[in-house]
Nanobody, 126 residues
């Protein structure tokens, strides 16, 4: 059964950094587009960043541009989300998601993705 496992969340002060990791179980990421999404209490799920299978093209939501970086290491079968200059409004549960691709297409929406992790909590204190 295909599963995704996120790690790296935690509590950090505003201005600090965290790196989230996402690893699949039961498959490899090579032919999958992967995205990071988040959901804050009382809010809907929103796209944070995505990365394609081919060429590792990336997409970032405006509210994280210049602060977050998504990357993939296919040798380690892992996708990362490096988060710098964190703000209290970044507090949310962060989810990793994947979908098979083979195309290099940038998928931006949560509905585009088929496999989801359980999420990891990120809390930024002011």
């Amino acid at each position: 059964e295909e599963q995704l496992v996120e790690s790296g969340g935690g509590l950090v002060q505003a201005g600090g950094s965290l790196t989230l990791s996402c690893k699949p179980s039961g498959f490899t990421f090579d032919d999958y587009a992967v995205g990071w999404f988040r959901q804050a209490p009382g809010k809907g799920r929103e796209t944070v960043a995505t990365i394609t299978d081919l060429y590792s093209n990336t997409y970032y939501a405006d509210f994280v541009k210049g602060r977050f970086t998504i990357s993939r290491d296919n040798a380690k079968n892992t996708v990362y989300l490096q988060m710098n200059s964190l703000k209290p409004e970044d507090t949310a549960v962060y989810y990793c998601a994947a979908r098979i691709s083979f195309s290099g297409v940038v998928y931006r929406e949560a509905d585009d993705y088929d496999y989801w992790g359980q999420g990891t909590q990120v809390t930024v204190s002011s």
